[in-house]
């Protein structure tokens, strides 16, 4: 029966096994759109060996493509894709963590970026264990649920989250890239990151890279737990 499955993983071993793609798949882990232009400069090629790159991607399942007007937009198809990609991450860097985010390309990037729409990085684990320690996730069967207290919280944020839908999950813990401690991600930590960034507490920059604001260092970081 495990046979049956080997071609598959192997397939999609080999899509992030080459260079160009798994420069694309970073690139998108942002969560943002971007055209194959953008891809190719990302994975220094030619547009037309982009091209070709996306065209695998695609039919394996790894990203999606939407036109838009004149132009194609591509994003990963899920967070499932994003998630397997973060573990591969940890994998590939097991024992030589320190050694990799010590780079300084990698510096800003462990202190806080986007990971497929919610907040990654030694920032985003600190707002998830401040949640934690208020009390305001409860565990459930799928991840967690936002509970009174974290309703509280939150509404000094001056959050209001929506309810739960039925396109994703809420709320669940993600193995954090670089801390190698959960974040936040699902649809509440969505909402949490772009209240965040639409307040000015965070700024958006290259690629994943996010950056604390001086006025979300004086109007979040007080809220949030000391780093642990």
């Not at 790159?53 to 838009?68: N, Q, S, T």
């Not at 799928?142 to 959050?159: I, K, P, S």
Request: net charge positive; aromatic share 6%; glycine share 10%.
């Amino acid at each position: 029966m495990a046979r049956d499955h080997e071609p598959r993983l192997a397939r999609a071993a080999a899509m992030v096994a080459d260079t160009a793609r798994s420069r694309m798949l970073s690139h998108l882990l942002s969560g943002d759109f971007a055209t194959a232009g953008e891809l190719a400069t990302a994975a220094s090629v030619t547009p037309a060996t982009a091209s070709g790159h996306l065209g695998k991607l695609l039919d394996a399942g790894f990203v999606l493509c939407e036109p838009r007007g004149r132009h194609r937009y591509y994003r990963l198809a899920g967070a499932e894709v994003a998630h397997a990609l973060e573990a591969l991450a940890l994998v590939a860097e097991a024992g030589a963590r320190d050694a990799a985010w010590s780079r300084p390309e990698r510096a800003r990037l462990r202190e806080a970026r986007c990971c497929y729409g919610h907040l990654a990085g030694r920032l985003g684990v600190r707002l998830f264990e401040t949640l934690l320690a208020q009390q305001g996730l409860q565990v459930e069967a799928n991840g967690y649920r936002l509970t009174d207290e974290g309703r509280a919280w939150l509404a000094g944020l001056g959050v209001s989250p929506r309810p739960p839908t039925a396109k994703r999950r809420y709320a669940y813990a993600c193995m954090d890239w670089s801390e190698r401690r959960d974040h936040l991600a699902g649809q509440l930590a969505d909402e949490l990151f772009a209240h965040c960034v639409a307040q000015g507490w965070m700024r958006r920059g290259d690629g994943r890279a996010v950056e604390l604001t001086p006025a979300g260092r004086r109007q979040l970081l007080p809220r949030l737990t000391a780093e642990g």
